[in-house]
């Protein structure tokens, strides 16, 4: 207690950190571990109205998510910067790549650790097809539609050329959202050709640094300290915790999850992770 008072009122700069960290999906998925706007919106703006804010820093380590909360988040954290006039520098960790590399865009600045993991300016989706093996086990599948497109990509029928292709038209309109957020950003400051940084390839931010995908190295503390001196404080603008789970304690049976939509999501954010060797 005693030091919370005194750093509060301990004289120097102050740059509020964010930690942007997981998956980035809507609300409720994932256990509630998810970035989203709802999740981060109180966050940001707690951050951005700190008295005597010099900078907002994020601490970003996202695989990436929903194009569309990348966007929201990102729109918000511009939002904020133009009301305040601060500036706001993203600390990338391990990696900051597809949504995630959609919010370290939404930074003035975007400095990293030589081997984080950038880029990645893609669209990607995956599922599974269950035809076979509901065929084998003998279970029939029985679908009533309103609408000859309505079960579009139905894991459990063959899959159907001319829904790949609809998806496809879906995935190449993101991408040109995604694509024009980075020429926004960003597109003074890419040094390679866009035919390389647009194809969903990730690297590490050394070679991200020779693209401009980021402007350079460092750690969050030291960097800040470097530029605002060795007093500046960095209070870690977190969520606020519910009263039950200071005291350990969780809802649902027993803290048990069972064999269902949070088992499936937590599964997919494990692929996300993976895919960048994490």
Known sequence: MFKWISDRFRRGPVVPVVRLSGVIASGGLLGGRSL????????????FETKGAKAVAL????????????????????????????PVIAFVEDVAASGGYWLACA??????DPSSIVGSIGVISAGFGFQDLIARIGVERRVHTSGENKSMLDPFRPEQPEDVERLKRLQAEIHEGFKAWVRERRGRLLKADESLLFTGEFWTARRGLEYGLVDGFGELRATLQQRYGEKVR?????????????????????????????????????????????
Do not use: C, M, Y
Request: net charge positive.
């Open 59 to 86: 601490s970003l380590n996202s695989p990436g998510g929903s194009p569309v909360q990348s966007s929201l988040i990102a729109q918000r954290i511009r939002l904020h910067a133009r009301e305040k006039g601060l």
């Open 107 to 112: 930074a003035d600045e975007v400095i990293a």
């Open 234 to 278: 960095l209070p870690v603008i977190g969520p606020r915790r519910r009263l039950l789970s200071r005291f350990g304690l969780q809802g649902g049976p027993g803290g048990l999850d069972t064999l269902g939509p949070a088992t499936l999501a937590a599964l997919d954010e494990r692929a996300l992770w993976q895919r960048f060797g994490l």
């Open 36 to 47: 989203s706007l709802e999740s981060v919106a109180p966050l940001l703006r707690r951050a």
